[in-house]
């Protein structure tokens, strides 16, 4: 009977356990946590960066040196290429970028037939050699 209830207990944990891994397995995926490690070394990182930032003087240094990267004064830069590429920018974003980023994805992880025929066509698309 004690048995019994003791297995039931130990599989009660084990499945929270389950679910807290299946949680931060997810959380992890979307870049919302990092392992110990990784974390540590992407404060290193940012300090060291900073330190270089404080060298070049200021943050004027920095934006030439990331330039492209969204936010700080990349986000113009990124929309007037777009506009050179022939696409319609609305809103700062790209009109279908997240659903060809989507179908990007699926093609690199291969995807089943219709899906990779799909990101085939927006793949020619993109790239106009049709």
């Not at 050179?84 to 700062?92: D, Q, T």
């Not at 790209?94 to 690199?108: A, C, D, Q």
């Not at 089943?112 to 927006?122: M, S, T, V």
Request: aromatic fraction near 2%; charged fraction near 75%.
């Amino acid at each position: 009977m004690e048995k019994e209830e003791e297995r039931k207990k130990r599989g009660r944990e084990e499945e929270r356990r389950r679910r807290k891994r299946r949680k931060r397995r997810k959380e992890r995926r979307k870049g919302k946590r990092m392992k110990r490690g990784r974390r540590e070394e992407e404060e290193r990182r940012r300090g060291r960066r900073e330190e270089e930032e404080r060298k070049r003087g200021g943050r004027e240094g920095r934006r030439e040196e990331e330039g492209r990267k969204r936010g700080r004064g990349g986000r113009e830069e990124e929309e007037r290429e777009r506009r050179e590429r022939g696409r319609e920018v609305r809103g700062g974003t790209e009109v279908g970028e997240e659903e060809e980023r989507k179908v990007e994805e699926r093609r690199k992880r291969g995807g089943r037939g219709r899906e990779r025929k799909r990101a085939r066509i927006l793949w020619l698309k993109r790239s106009e050699s049709w």
